[in-house]
């Protein structure tokens, strides 16, 4: 048996090795313990919700923790089909659930699966919960339920889902607009047909490829990148579309192209993003970041006068605060007044009725988000390196003045585990080191359009010499 370790975010690894069945149930057994023990009215209720996306054995996986979830007397609410995590958020908020589990890998490779968690009001759950929830593994034997089956219950959340979409974002088309013509791309992910039905409401009618569930991705890994968008550019410059739009595996990822084909920044499309939010509620928001989130959001807040900052790690000390918030950080963007979570098909939504506003002008979109941000670059990338490789570089690192190349280092910001390196001119880059993976993240920011490819290479070069 492979011994299980948590990430601060969840539990993953590689199916049929640490994600195998037995260890599915063992997990489960840890989360029915804890759920119980926790449980102050013994005569209330645990209730969980739980959901899967498209890849190998994940439906499996989550029909093996729910018997054991039944089987310890909770009751189990489980998604009829594969959903984006954030369907699973707002579901955990609609049925009042304790927890919500998701069978995901998230944006890894294909051989990979896990647990994503979310707590009862929707949000991901901190290391704490994590770490909280490992030291109850192996204190019992998994406890299967029987076949009757009553506290099972099947769910299907894309109604409220869409009606809180087309609550809050307005696609119509002024008269005299040409209509947008839209290419969307699933990746075999969990978003399938979603958003095609949702624009229907609009009278929009997407180009939609790859919306069927495919567990291998075609030996893609399930991000945006310029290699996976390569289809969705030669169907927009064939069709002359406006826009194409391509999610990640697990839906809570958004890649833009343009009307050429070309690749939208990241920080681009989440600064388009959180501009039309704005525009939406105009009322303020507690904003929370961390320290990869990228260095453009300072002008954009202090435009939009979101001057209540705080530190990611304090969302959790502030859950109980009725204020909005909003969250912008390494992973992406997202509103506590929509789902507090990552969700790739509202931000789609957004960016659209954005490049509506503007007549689906792509310049006059982009020039009026960079008059208020200003111009950067901002780039990640992840590499693979073995943990006492990255041990010796760290330390390197934090001996060294600079980098051949990027030049000096004038300080080093420590959290937790992360490192992020502040050079000279203005650029930083941050390193996030998943050990259980041997996977390091790296993020890059710099001033002014720069070749960040040929930047993050350097590094990258030193990282693995």
């Known amino acids: 048996m492979v011994s299980i370790q948590f990430a601060s975010d969840g539990w993953f690894g590689v199916i049929s090795d640490q994600i195998n069945f037995e260890n599915m149930t063992i997990v489960a057994q840890g989360v029915a313990d804890y759920l119980n023990e926790r449980n102050e009215k013994k005569d209330k209720e645990i209730k969980v919700v739980l959901a899967y996306d498209t890849r190998f054995l994940s439906r499996d996986y989550a029909w093996a923790i729910q018997r054991v979830l039944t089987g310890n007397r909770i009751r189990v609410y489980l998604h009829k089909n594969p959903v984006p995590t954030s369907f699973l958020s707002l579901a955990t908020k609609l049925y009042k659930a304790n927890l919500g589990i998701m069978v995901t890998g998230q944006n890894r490779p294909a051989r990979y699966s896990g647990l994503a968690f979310r707590s009862s009001q929707g949000r991901p759950v901190t290391s704490e919960f994590m770490t909280c929830l490992f030291n109850y593994l192996y204190r019992k034997y998994p406890r299967y ?111 833009v192209l343009d009307s050429r084909g070309d690749m939208v920044e990241e920080q681009w499309i989440y600064a388009i993003v959180l501009g039309e939010w704005l525009k939406i509620r105009q ?116 001996s060294y003045n600079g980098l051949a190349g990027l030049g000096r280092i004038i300080n080093i910001e420590q959290v937790a585990e992360d490192l992020k390196l502040w050079f000279m001119d203005g650029s930083w880059a941050g390193l996030a080191y998943r050990p259980s993976e041997d996977r390091l993240t790296i993020y890059y920011d710099a001033p002014g359009q720069r070749d960040a490819e040929a930047d993050i290479g350097l590094l990258t070069s030193f990282l693995t010499s």
């Open 283 to 398: 009322a303020s928001s507690t904003l929370y970041t961390d320290i990869f989130t990228p260095s453009i959001l300072s002008p954009i807040q202090m435009s939009n006068r979101l001057l209540d900052q705080r530190p990611l790690y304090q969302l959790a000390r502030d859950q109980d605060m009725p204020d909005p918030y909003i969250v912008w950080d390494r992973q992406g963007l997202y509103f506590s007044e929509f789902i507090p979570d990552m969700d790739g098909i509202f931000e789609a939504l957004l960016f659209l009725s954005a490049l509506i506003s503007h007549r689906g002008d792509w310049y006059r979109l982009v020039n009026d988000i960079q008059r208020t941000s200003g111009i950067r670059t901002y780039l990640t990338r992840s590499i693979s390196i073995a943990n006492a490789s990255w041990k010796r570089k760290k330390a390197q690192l934090e």
């Open 145 to 255: 339920a029987d076949e009757d089956r009553e506290l099972l219950s099947y769910i299907d959340v894309l109604d409220p889902y869409r009606d809180l979409v087309t609550s809050l974002v307005n696609l119509q088309i002024e008269p005299g607009q040409k209509p947008l013509l839209v290419v969307s791309d699933s990746c075999f992910g969990s978003v399938l047909d979603y958003l095609k039905d949702i624009l229907k409401a609009y009278g929009i009618n997407p180009i939609s490829i790859r919306t069927k569930p495919n567990p291998g991705f075609m030996d893609l890994v399930p991000c945006p990148n310029q290699r996976n968008m390569q289809a969705m550019s030669r169907l927009i410059r064939r069709r002359e579309a406006n826009i194409g739009l391509f999610f990640s595996g697990d839906g809570s990822g958004l890649g």
